[in-house]
Nanobody
């Protein structure tokens, strides 16, 4: 069974940084693409960034490129999201997800991801 579990969320002040972690099980990063999404109240779930099985990174939201960095520790099945210069509008539930990655040159489109974690809440105060 493919399972992911997020951690690292919390309450921070604007301008601070936070690193989220996701531990995956039932898969290997050699076969799967991993991605971070977020969902704010009243909004659709938004793709942030993906790292595929060859380490290729895609930003689903280009506006976050300067502040959010996805990375992985493949040997330990850990996915990270480094979030810098956090803003109140970054407040959301953050989700880790995984998808079978057939094409090693690409990240899957957001709709392909179907294995979700429980999420970790990030709240940024002004």
């Amino acid at each position: 069974q493919v399972q992911v579990a997020e951690s690292g969320g919390g309450l921070v002040q604007a301008g601070e940084s936070l690193r989220l972690s996701c531990i995956a099980s039932g898969l290997t990063f050699a076969d799967y693409a991993m991605a971070w999404f977020r969902q704010a109240p009243g909004k659709e779930r938004e793709g942030i960034s993906c790292i595929n099985r060859n380490g290729r990174i895609t930003y689903y939201d280009d506006s976050l490129k300067d502040r959010f960095i996805i990375s992985s520790e493949a040997a330990n099945n850990i996915l990270y999201l480094q979030m810098n210069s956090l803003k109140p509008e970054d407040t959301a539930m953050y989700f880790c997800t995984a998808a079978w990655n057939k094409d090693a040159s690409m990240c899957p489109p957001p709709k392909v991801f179907r294995n979700w974690g429980q999420g970790t809440q990030v709240t940024v105060s002004s």
